[in-house]
């Protein structure tokens, strides 16, 4: 499975953006798929995830209210819309997904599960 995302760019406080993670090979085998973030000199931290049937979404506490992922399965893609983006949403956004195994809840934010991961792309928020 390769992942690609896309859909970054540069937007004011407060607007909107929609990342995009389109997966190609054996999705088959997937079970859920991982948005994660990484800002300049931090480390890179979970930000939502889904699995692959869409029973359920997971969010970090900072983006509650704010983010939602959503899955077009028919697509094989997976989205993240962001809304009122705040300038510590900066961050290289990756999409990242474990093959073959399903990630238990308790888990699926830990991207230790996660085996195959996108190339990233870059979000930046201004003030």
């Known amino acids: 499975v390769q992942l690609q995302a896309f859909g970054g760019g540069l937007v004011q406080a407060g607007g909107s953006l929609r990342l995009s993670c389109a997966a190609s090979?054996?999705?088959?085998?997937?079970?859920?798929m991982g948005w994660f973030r990484q800002a300049p000199g931090k480390e890179r931290e979970f930000v939502a995830a889904i699995r692959w049937s869409g029973a359920s979404t997971h969010y970090a506490d900072s983006v509650k209210g704010r983010f939602t992922v959503s899955r077009d399965s028919a697509k094989n893609t997976v989205y993240l819309q962001m809304n009122n983006l705040k300038p510590e949403d900066t961050a290289v956004y990756y999409c990242?997904?474990?093959?073959?195994?399903?990630?238990?809840?308790?888990?699926?934010?830990?991207?230790?599960?996660?085996?195959?991961w996108g190339q990233g792309t870059q979000v930046t928020v201004s003030s």
């Open positions: 090979g054996s999705t088959f085998s997937l079970y859920a």
């Open positions: 990242a997904t474990r093959l073959g195994i399903r990630i238990i809840s308790s888990a699926i934010a830990d991207q230790r599960q996660y085996d195959t």
